[in-house]
């Protein structure tokens, strides 16, 4: 298929597809550390975009490290490539609760007045989902920076109980701490969804970025207490499975 008209399929600007493209060519070691990148006039043939758009690729190559440009020489791939720091999604409570102790936290709204749950909480959820809730929208972070941005509905009655903890860390430590003995259930779901503008803004990526989205829930003695909803850049996180944990 032609570049061009795969492009075509994406609201994406075509800068942004170009250095995915690029950057998966250095990934996958078609274009291996060291070498260097074909001309201009080459690629702007092979994909059917302008020397314009290439360079503004190239600029984003640059930012992370992959790529160095020299005037009169041409585009190399770097020889040594930084690594992305990843975070492993969670596929158990304890290793919600391991990532969440990895995490900072930035409030950046926190609302007054106690909510219900979502009318859907976009997963299967059977539970008891009464009572009322308290919204926090957060950032999460690690040394390289924003990792997550989440929006977390908590039972009321335990905010209050824990709101100095909560206020300063993520929430699944604490609910583990307090009440890990009685968690009756606790699920998650994995989608992968684009950034709409604030959790973009958040983390620091473009608008209709691929991210990880999680959904999760946990209940006490029957009832949810806790729904989260969190979004992870999807080039910062990786999965890992035993698959043949069930034999």
Same mark, same amino acid.
């Given at each position: 298929?032609?570049?061009?008209?795969?492009?075509?399929?994406?609201?994406?600007? !075509?800068?942004?597809?170009?250095?995915?493209?690029?950057?998966?060519?250095?990934?996958?070691?078609?274009?291996?550390?060291?070498?260097?990148?074909?001309?201009?006039?080459? !690629?702007?043939?092979?994909?059917?975009?302008?020397?314009?758009?290439?360079?503004?690729?190239?600029?984003?190559?640059?930012?992370?490290?992959?790529?160095?440009?020299?005037?009169?020489?041409?585009?190399?791939?770097?020889?040594?490539?930084?690594?992305?720091?990843?975070?492993?999604?969670?596929?158990?409570?304890?290793?919600?609760?391991?990532?969440?102790?990895?995490?900072?936290?930035?409030?950046?709204?926190?609302?007054?007045?106690?909510?219900?749950?979502?009318?859907?909480?976009?997963?299967?959820?059977?539970?008891?989902?009464?009572?009322?809730?308290?919204?926090?929208?957060?950032?999460?972070?690690?040394?390289?920076?924003?990792?997550?941005?989440?929006?977390?509905?908590?039972?009321?009655?335990?905010?209050?109980?824990?709101?100095?903890?909560?206020?300063?860390?993520?929430?699944?430590?604490?609910?583990?701490?307090?009440?890990?003995?009685?968690?009756?259930?606790?699920?998650?779901? !994995?989608?992968?969804?684009?950034?709409?503008?604030?959790?973009?803004?958040? !983390?620091?990526?473009?608008?209709?970025?691929?991210?990880?989205?999680?959904?999760?829930?946990?209940?006490?003695?029957?009832?949810?207490?806790?729904?989260?909803?969190?979004?992870?850049?999807?080039?910062?996180?990786?999965?890992?499975?035993?698959?043949?944990?069930?034999?």
């Amino acid at each position: 298929m032609p570049a061009r008209k795969l492009f075509s399929r994406s609201p994406q600007p !075509l800068y942004l597809q170009a250095a995915a493209l690029f950057r998966s060519h250095i990934q996958n070691r078609t274009w291996r550390p060291g070498q260097q990148i074909p001309p201009l006039e080459s !690629l702007m043939d092979t994909y059917g975009i302008s020397r314009a758009t290439i360079r503004q690729a190239f600029g984003l190559l640059e930012e992370d490290g992959l790529i160095r440009r020299s005037r009169g020489s041409g585009t190399f791939v770097n020889a040594e490539l930084p690594e992305t720091p990843t975070l492993l999604i969670p596929k158990t409570w304890a290793e919600t609760v391991e990532l969440s102790n990895q995490l900072g936290t930035v409030s950046l709204v926190e609302s007054n007045a106690d909510s219900p749950l979502p009318d859907s909480l976009g997963m299967p959820c059977g539970a008891d989902r009464s009572g009322s809730f308290q919204y926090l929208r957060r950032i999460h972070t690690t040394e390289a920076g924003p990792f997550c941005y989440s929006e977390v509905f908590l039972d009321s009655g335990l905010f209050r109980k824990h709101r100095a903890r909560i206020q300063k860390s993520t929430v699944a430590p604490v609910l583990d701490q307090f009440y890990g003995a009685r968690i009756s259930e606790a699920r998650q779901v !994995l989608n992968v969804i684009e950034a709409g503008q604030e959790s973009a803004e958040s !983390l620091q990526i473009p608008v209709s970025s691929p991210v990880a989205e999680l959904r999760r829930y946990a209940c006490i003695d029957g009832r949810v207490v806790y729904f989260a909803r969190l979004e992870f850049p999807f080039r910062k996180v990786r999965m890992e499975f035993d698959l043949l944990t069930s034999r």
